[in-house]
């Protein structure tokens, strides 16, 4: 028989898209003899590993075998970034939070994300991109107005790269999710709130500590190959005002890959200005408003159910808890999420 797809039987191997390791086979179309999208094959290290994920219809013929290779992304030294987290009485960013936040909320986020201090505009923050393996991939200087928070874009945008201001040489930049180190304290029950800017993560955190705030950067990264490190959480992407009908198109993709990802409308229902993110709305709602907004996206499709149905049927939650029902995927119903 043949098939239309299988395993490349060459001896090139690829970086793992689980465990970054270059033991990665994948898997070409029998036709064309191209390779399909890089999520596509199987480790090798697959007592320490295991990650294999054949084709299905949805899969992609990417490129041609003789073209393309996942080139090994380059790193920046940690005691750079060491040397970065201090000086926070320099930081506009720092100093824009005070206004929100005590010192010691601040600076208890600040060493959780490892941001940074950089000497390249006055008072500019350095978000560090660390992946799951504590790798520091690079880390993105931004100049922040000390009073709105907002970015300085005059006279010219106020953004750049560190490994770009080190001149590091042939330097590969491979950037992965902000803030993705967290994910190996974070448990799998838990829900990854993912944003676009650095700062509404780092914002959203102090606002909402029960959940784990990650940012992909721009909105160009809400793609497979940055939250495939995510992939085993839910997800739940809160869009800028604007991307919501983008973002919503993405997550639908990425639900036909495996994936537990919800889009929240939570901004899309008021009349803001273009681009206006989450934190810009939480700084303006009280206390009980931004857990009553959150509360409301961050349920599950099961407990939103179970919530409509106990609307009709008060004596559900009694049932529950005398029997100590669970959902269906044999987790427990939280009651307070209802």
Avoid at 38 to 65: L, W
Avoid at 93 to 113: A, C, G, M, R, V
Avoid at 224 to 242: A, M, Q, T
Wanted: hydrophobic fraction near 30%.
């Amino acid at each position: 028989m043949t098939y239309k797809y299988s395993l490349d039987t060459s001896s090139k191997k690829f970086i793992c898209p689980n465990c970054n390791k270059k033991k990665f086979v994948r898997y070409v179309d029998n036709e064309s003899k191209n390779y399909l999208s890089n999520e596509f094959g199987r480790c090798d290290r697959q007592s320490s590993c295991g990650y294999h994920k054949p084709p299905n219809s949805n899969a992609v013929i990417t490129t041609s075998k003789t073209e393309y290779e996942i080139i090994k992304p380059s790193y920046i030294e940690n005691s750079i970034v060491q040397n970065s987290n201090r000086k926070y009485a320099e930081n506009n960013f720092y100093d824009y939070l005070l206004n929100h936040f005590s010192d010691e909320e601040i600076q208890t986020s600040f060493t959780k994300y490892r941001v940074g201090t950089s000497k390249h505009w006055n008072g500019a923050t350095v978000f560090w991109q660390i992946d799951k393996f504590i790798k520091v991939r690079t880390g993105k200087i931004m100049l922040l107005n000390r009073q709105t928070g907002k970015r300085v874009k005059k006279p010219f945008p106020h953004i750049n790269w560190v490994h770009k201001v080190l001149n590091i040489v042939d330097f590969n930049l491979k950037q992965c999710l902000f803030g993705e180190h967290l994910i190996n304290e974070t448990s799998e029950d838990k829900t990854i709130a993912l944003v676009e800017s650095e700062k509404t993560a780092i914002t959203m955190s102090l606002f909402l500590k029960n959940y784990t705030w990650i940012a992909t950067g721009s909105k160009q990264n809400l793609k497979y190959e940055l939250l495939l490190s995510i992939k085993k959480f839910r997800i739940v992407l809160f869009p800028d005002f604007g991307e919501y009908e983008d973002w919503t198109k993405k997550a639908n993709e990425l639900k036909l890959l495996g994936f537990n990802i919800t889009c929240s409308k939570i901004l899309e229902d008021k009349n803001y200005t273009k681009g206006t993110d989450l934190a810009d709305v939480y700084f303006k709602l009280s206390d009980e408003e931004i857990q009553s907004n959150f509360h409301q996206v961050s349920l599950t499709p099961y407990e939103t159910e179970i919530k409509r149905i106990s609307n009709e049927f008060p004596l559900l939650k009694t049932l529950i808890k005398t029997f100590d029902l669970i959902d269906d995927k044999g987790n427990g119903i939280n009651l307070d999420n209802l």
